[in-house]
Structures are given as C-alpha cells and as structure tokens.
C-alpha cells in the first residue's frame, strides 16, 4: 500500500474510530427511548461517509470532522443529549468553512437541528397528537383572526401549475386534549430578519438558497416548540425528584470540548414579546 494510500485511508477511518471509542460516552446521555445506542453509533458513523467525495478519495464530511475532532465530539454528543438521529433530516452534519487560527482556512462540522427533530422533540413529550406546519403562497387562500378563529382557515387550489411565492408560514399543534396551542405566523418581513440573522444563508449551498420553504416551515416550527412541552423525559425526572432539575449522567469524553448547543437560542424570556422571531446564527459558510 503507497504512503497515499494509508494517508487516505487513516483520515476515512479515524473519525469514525474516535466515535467508537466514545461509544458508553454518548450511551450514557441518550435519553430512555433510544432502545439501542449501538444504532445511534451506526448513524453517526456512517453519516460522515456521507456527500461529496474529493479528487483525493475522501468524503468532505469525515475531512471536516478529522480537521476539528473537538469540535465533531461536541456536536455528537449535543444530538446525543436531544435524542436525534445524526446526520439525518432530524438533525444535519453539515460541513462549514471557518478561518484557522493560523491563517487561511479549513472546514469543520456544524450540527443543526431540523425541521423534523423539533418535531420529534415536541411529539416525544407527549401531550401532542398532532403538528400543522405549512407555507403559504400567493394564490392560497389564507384567513387567522385570533381570538375569533381557533385555527388558521388555510385552502389551496391543488390544480394550479404554480401556487406563486412564499407568502407566510404558520405552525399549530393540536393537545391530545383535543384543545387547540397558539398559533404561530411568520410573515415575509419576519423570514427577512430570521434569514439576517443567520450568517452564510446567501451562499449558493445555504439551505436558504435550495431549499428556502423548509427553511420557512423550521423557522415556524422553532417558534411553536416555544409553546408545547417538549421533553416528558425532563418532566417525568424533574417531578420525581420533587420540582428539581434532574442531573444529565456525565459523560467521559475530553473535558475540553467547545460549548455546542444547536437551540442555544430558542429560548426567550423577554416578556415584551409573544415568541421571538430568531434561527440560528452560523459564524461560517456551510459549504456544499
């Protein structure tokens, strides 16, 4: 084997080792519905053979997870403690380009939680039966008045070539109670700031370049999440332990790791505003 090949073949494997070798780690935070974490691992693993392939053989995500492994570990073990399946649409490895310390520049793994994560987040608590999320174009026809209608009336004419541009986006869940959480609506101004706010979203690779009603409907989404219980696990240890917060098992990974946290800013206690119209900030550029 060439000295090239064994290159090639260290940097395919060695992220993929290191996940295995923090395997009890990641176990130890996984919360009780994942029956089998050796599934998770699976994922994880198999998620960085994922995407482009360069001329040299090696998978652009394994290469950003090689490049920074602190950061590929924190990241991990952020979907570990919500439960999600890595590199899947519940929660992307994604690369992104960052500036290296000592100049120039390299790619590295960003995490981000998706459209169908929060889902899953706030049908796991258990008080929902059932989430309403949708865009609406222009040749819908849309009608909310709060406090008069209980739920958006929302009717499309499912015969039209074209329904038009992004108009809203709206977001509902509907309580096993049968009653009715608050409605969220997005209008175009607001996706204006939310797309602001998120840094890169003007690059050719940027969701919001290819996948822009998506992004609309976890813009929504994210806000209804603010709204609806979300973790039954927290709730069901927090209650046992008499109202206090329970204590996450610890897990034994390398004590500098950078702080991730892919819904650091989902919560919003500004009472001055019904929910906050944020997404997440990405200090890069998510590359293809």
Not at 7 to 14: D, F, P, V, W
Not at 245 to 254: G, N, R
Request: with cysteine.
């Amino acid at each position: 084997m060439t000295s090239t090949s064994q290159a090639i073949e260290k940097a395919e494997t060695g992220a993929k080792a290191l996940i295995q070798q923090y395997a009890d780690s990641f176990a130890a935070v996984l919360p009780s519905h994942i029956e089998n974490p050796d599934t998770w691992l699976r994922l994880a693993q198999g998620a960085l053979k994922k995407g482009k392939r360069g001329n040299d053989g090696k998978y652009e995500l394994e290469v950003a997870a090689n490049n920074n492994v602190p950061v590929l570990l924190a990241t991990l073990l952020d979907c570990a403690r919500l439960g999600l399946e890595p590199g899947t649409e519940q929660y992307y490895l994604t690369p992104r380009r960052v500036k290296k310390p000592g100049g120039g520049y390299q790619t590295e793994i960003l995490g981000i939680i998706g459209y169908q994560g929060i889902v899953e987040l706030i049908f796991r608590a258990g008080a929902v039966s059932s989430v309403i999320a949708e865009c609406v174009f222009t040749q819908d026809r849309f009608e909310y008045a709060p406090g008069q209608q209980e739920r958006p009336l929302h009717e499309i004419d499912w015969d039209l070539d074209d329904r038009g541009d992004l108009r809203l986006t709206y977001a509902y869940a509907v309580m096993k109670d049968g009653a009715t959480s608050k409605v969220v609506v997005l209008n175009r101004a607001d996706m204006a700031r939310i797309k602001a706010k998120a840094q890169g979203a003007d690059s050719q690779y940027s969701p919001w370049q290819t996948d822009e009603p998506a992004m609309w409907l976890k813009s929504a989404v994210r806000q209804l999440r603010k709204w609806v219980p979300t973790s039954s696990e927290y709730i069901r240890e927090r209650l046992r332990q008499g109202g206090r917060d329970p204590v996450l098992p610890a897990a034994e990974l390398p004590e500098d790791l950078p702080a991730i946290n892919s819904e650091q800013d989902w919560d919003d206690d500004d009472p001055g505003r019904p929910f906050e119209v944020d997404d997440e900030p990405v200090d890069a550029e998510i590359v293809a």
